[in-house]
């Protein structure tokens, strides 16, 4: 399930159990501490990044990875920032200049083969 957002919609509350999911609460508690210890758009929006991460990944794995390297930041704001970059500059752009790419080839191969 895709997340719909607005751009000045916070992260939902903690869906994990502290009880059931330590790891994923924990760290999911990181994000929104990290998002609520400011006003800074930039940081905000790498909170946010931090969090979808974790609500959208579609395998148990993946979230428990994704956990363990916010966890591993051990709530410093530094380093959570340089991990939400890696992930924006690595995993999102990436998509994005993938699906750019295959897009600007549709549209070339479908207007240069008339």
């Not at 790891?23 to 400011?38: G, K």
């Not at 994005?96 to 790419?101: D, H, N, P, R």
Request: charged share 20%; proline share 4%; with cysteine.
């Amino acid at each position: 399930m895709a997340a719909h957002l607005q751009m000045n919609q916070p992260l939902p509350p903690n869906p994990y159990s502290a009880v059931t999911n330590l790891e994923w609460h924990n760290a999911y508690s990181c994000c929104l501490d990290f998002q609520n210890e400011t006003t800074s758009v930039a940081q905000i929006t790498r909170a946010r990044v931090l969090g979808y991460l974790i609500i959208e990944a579609p395998i148990q794995e993946g979230r428990t990875y994704v956990c363990d390297e916010i966890l591993r930041c051990n709530g410093n704001s530094d380093k959570l920032w340089e991990l939400a970059d890696l992930y924006i500059t690595h995993l999102i752009r990436l998509c994005e200049s993938t699906k750019l790419e295959y897009l600007n080839a549709s549209y070339l191969t479908k207007y240069l083969s008339l």
